[in-house]
Each structure stands twice: as C-alpha cells, then as structure tokens.
C-alpha cells in the first residue's frame, strides 16, 4: 500500500513517514503543496495525508486542484480545528479530517479504513449528446469527428462533463482549472470558454455549452432557436 504525505514541519514528516513505514506502508514525502500535487498527479496513492498550510500552495488549493481529476482517499492533518476548517475541507472533497495534536494509532486507524474503502473507480467515458470525452486517454470526439484540445481545454471541458447539467461559476471555474482565486476584473474564463466552443460547438448544430447569465456555464444539449 502507498501514502503520500504533504507536510511541510520536518519534525512531523519524518515522524509520520517513520511511523508508517514502520507500520508495512510504501511511504513518498512532500514538503510543500506544489511538490505534493506533482507527486499527486505522477503517482497512483491508496491515501493521501495532507496538511493545510503548506508553502507554495495550500492543502484546500492542492485538493481542489486534485479532485479535478483524480480520486484518491484524502486524510486532512491540521491543526486548524476550527468547525469551518473542517466543513470547508469535507465540502472540497477530503474524505476525513484529524487535528493535530494526535494519537499515531487513531492516524494509523483512519488510514486503514480510508485504505479498505479504497478511492471510487474513475469514470473513464463521459457522453452529453454525441460528444464523448475519455477522461483516460484524453481524447474527445463529437460524433465522427475527433476535436484536438489543448491540455488547458480539456480540463475545462472535462470539468465541465463531470458536472453535466450543473451551472459552474467563473470562480469555480477559475479555481479548479488554472488552481487560481478569481479576479473580477480578468476575463480568462469567457477566453477560454470562447474558444473552446469553437472546437465543440461551432461546427455542430445542437449547441452544448450554454452561458446562465449572472451566474456562470453549464454543458447540456439545447437546440438553436
């Protein structure tokens, strides 16, 4: 079984990666959110421990950034006990959440059944009308044709698939593709959403990506009017 843990307090790592090696595990060690993401995306994890503030990219930005695609069991360890801390980071995606000071053997315990639990087998073929989009292979075609995107695009639009029939903010939007806090005054998001309706949808009648005024983009099928 392989761990990652992203913690950046010397002491705490290597504490954490002694123990656990100890314990039977494969064990990586990140020291900042950046590196943790990088090992993350490059290596398949049965859980990931991740603490919250962490230099170069924080624990909610690195989780955020990681569910995008990917589903491995997240375990916070933080010593941010505060009631919002921990709903904030249940509502983001983590699958558990201990605060620090802790008991090793409750740490050990939790990784254990976030382990049996094991991460849900990732979707692989997403279809909205007669657009597929394989998340594995990172190909897309809309009926016969095959569209080539960029990597920045496809993330969008499989952010965009995962979440069919639901309307995403430009924040959310923002957030979640270019690992970024939205600024009011950049218009990145309607670019890229420009652009990539012109590889999806300016070719094909039935329309798929739709703007919700005020509010943000949804994909659904809608037919001209």
């Known amino acids: 079984m392989r761990i990652l843990i992203v913690e950046d307090e010397p002491k705490t790592g290597a504490y954490l990666k002694k123990g656990l090696q100890e314990s039977g595990y494969s064990v990586d060690l990140a020291v900042d959110g950046a590196e943790g993401l ?9 859980v990931i421990v991740l603490d919250v503030m962490l230099p170069e990219m924080d ?11 990917q589903s491995p069991p997240v ?4 010593a941010r006990d ?12 983590a699958d558990d959440y201990l605060v620090k000071p802790f008991a090793f053997v409750e740490l050990l315990a939790r990784i254990r059944t976030l382990a049996r639990r094991g991460p849900p087998r990732e979707q692989e073929l997403f279809k909205v ?4 989009v394989d998340a594995i292979r990172r190909r897309v075609r809309r009926g016969s044709s095959r569209i080539d995107l960029t990597p920045r695009e496809f993330s969008l639009l499989l952010l965009l698939v ?10 959310q939007i923002a957030s979640y593709v270019w690992d970024m806090n939205f600024d009011g005054d950049t218009n990145v998001v309607e670019v890229a959403i420009r652009r ?15 703007t919700v005024r ?4 949804v994909i659904e099928p809608r037919e001209p009017h």
Do not use: M
Not at 129 to 132: G, I, T, V
């Open 82 to 93: 505060a009631v919002q801390d921990r709903v904030r980071g249940l509502e983001l995606g």
């Open 162 to 171: 995962q979440h069919q029939g639901a309307v995403l903010s430009r924040t």
């Open 59 to 69: 624990g909610w930005t690195v989780l955020k950034s990681l569910r995008v695609t």
């Open 75 to 78: 375990l916070f360890l933080t």
């Open 129 to 132: 009308a007669d657009l597929e």
């Open 196 to 210: 990539l309706r012109l590889k999806i949808d300016a070719d094909f009648p039935l329309k798929l990506i739709q």
């Open 214 to 217: 005020g509010v943000g983009y």
């Open 38 to 46: 990088a090992f993350a995306r490059e290596e398949q994890y049965d």
